[in-house]
């Protein structure tokens, strides 16, 4: 049986609005650092803005504390926004017929505990047999550990995981355990990558 792990954030819903203006606030309120929100997009896709604000804030005193202090502004700027973040398109058609394929699907993602209320606001977490956040104590990404947490519980075959995803570092998450990857962007990228789309609607041509 085919199985699909999902990343959640500009893959499945539009939050990247509300995860940069977060980003931005956060910056300029604790650690008076100005970045237009096009400087933060850009470099929070590159890997994550947990390494983006970690890169930023290495030279402070006690970086990790710096970090946890603008995660401790982040996460009540972020949530301001739940209630504007949207579906990407064509999602719920491509949930539906891979749901119709009888596939399995699962949303693995970098997100905290908000993700299960955001999926079933979105109405879509009855198409997931199972979402996985790192808050459950996981190791991010590209670490492969969930996907191997998965493979084992579910008994999923190498052969028939894809992994979706808009960002590098889940096409290694992915890489890690052997799974086929599926990148969503509509850019040229300068990493390597198996399958690129650009519209959602062309995963059904693929997997």
Known sequence: MKSIVWDFDDTIANSYPGIVSATQRSLRENFDISLSKDTIFKESKKTSVRQFVAELLKDQEDPKQAVDLFYSVYHRYEKEYHDKITLIPHIKNVLEYCDEKHYMQFIVTHRDQSIYDLAKSLG????????????????????????????????????????????????????????????????????DYENRVSDLLEIEKII
Request: hydrophobic letters at 35%; charged letters at 35%; glycine letters at 8%.
């Open 124 to 191: 879509i977490e009855h198409y997931f047999k199972e979402i996985i956040s790192v808050e459950n104590g996981y190791k991010r990404k590209p670490n492969p550990e969930m996907l191997e947490y998965l493979i084992e519980k579910y008994g999923l075959s190498k052969d028939d995981l894809w992994v979706v995803g808009d960002r590098e570092i889940d096409v290694k998450f992915g890489k890690g355990v052997g799974a086929h990857t599926i990148l969503l962007n509509d850019q040229e990228v300068d990493f």
